[in-house]
């Protein structure tokens, strides 16, 4: 664990490191980085250039394959919300809330919601190959036809007109949304991918905090601040 704590210390310096290297950099260094940033499909001010980044493309790609980048924001948008929905189900299905009924009446025996357990691979496993089939096909279907994306469109505006979502007139507003849902995304995905690490490795998908299963803690504050619920209230009115 020591080796990939110093890993991720390592990559988080170097991605700090190259996001300012203008700053660091000798002028001349600075004017091709800043040439190079206006020759890129990404414009600092961008949807998702958010600091402490900004224009983060160490391997170049959006100069190398300008033509892609739409594709790639579509591809990171939609990963992204599968990401948050699957970092939720954790949540959710850790803390004992499951649909009633059964899952499937051809399995032998029967499988009801309850006999799946919580988790990444654990639920992952459990559910049977054909209902696996089936969510691949419902969503492939929704992603083609109700949500399929207009190239008229900002990339993840999937709806359009058809259906009545949340808009927002104030252009402010609107780009701290986008933004906030681009970032929670990554962060999303980052942390499905840890949660299944941890429950492959250990068994628990939020290691190293305490899990039983059906008692999931929602928000684990008792983690961060031993004590919390047994000291009283903390915030006195009076």
């Not at 950099?25 to 414009?43: C, E, F, L, N, Q």
């Not at 394959?65 to 594709?71: A, G, I, L, S, T």
């Not at 929704?142 to 252009?171: H, M």
Request: with cysteine.
């Amino acid at each position: 664990m020591t080796c990939i704590s110093d890993l991720k210390l390592l990559l988080s310096s170097l991605a700090v490191c190259s996001a300012y290297p203008a700053a660091l950099a000798p002028r001349g260094a600075a004017s091709a980085a800043a040439s190079a940033v206006s020759m890129s499909a990404i414009s600092p001010g961008d949807v998702g250039t958010t600091r402490p980044l900004g224009v983060w493309d160490p391997l170049g790609l959006m100069t190398k394959m300008p033509d892609k980048y739409r594709r790639w924001q579509e591809m990171e948008i939609k990963h992204g919300r599968i990401a948050m929905l699957a970092t939720l189900h954790v949540i959710v299905t850790g803390a004992g809330y499951k649909w009633a009924g059964y899952c499937s009446y051809l399995s032998f025996p029967p499988l009801k919601f309850d006999d799946i357990p919580a988790g990444t691979l654990g639920s992952w496993a459990a559910l049977p190959q054909a209902g696996w089939a089936q969510i691949v096909a419902v969503v492939a279907i929704l992603d083609n036809s109700l949500f399929a994306q207009d190239p008229a469109l900002p990339p993840g505006d999937v709806v359009g007109d058809k259906i009545p979502w949340v808009r927002y007139s104030d252009p402010a507003v609107k780009e701290f949304k986008l933004n906030a849902e681009r970032n929670n995304g990554r962060a999303a995905m980052m942390g499905i991918y840890g949660m299944m690490i941890h429950e492959g490795l250990t068994g628990n998908p939020i290691w190293p905090l305490d899990y039983e299963p059906g008692h999931f803690p929602l928000i684990p504050l008792e983690a961060v601040w031993p004590g919390l619920f047994s000291m009283g209230n903390p915030y006195p009115t009076a």
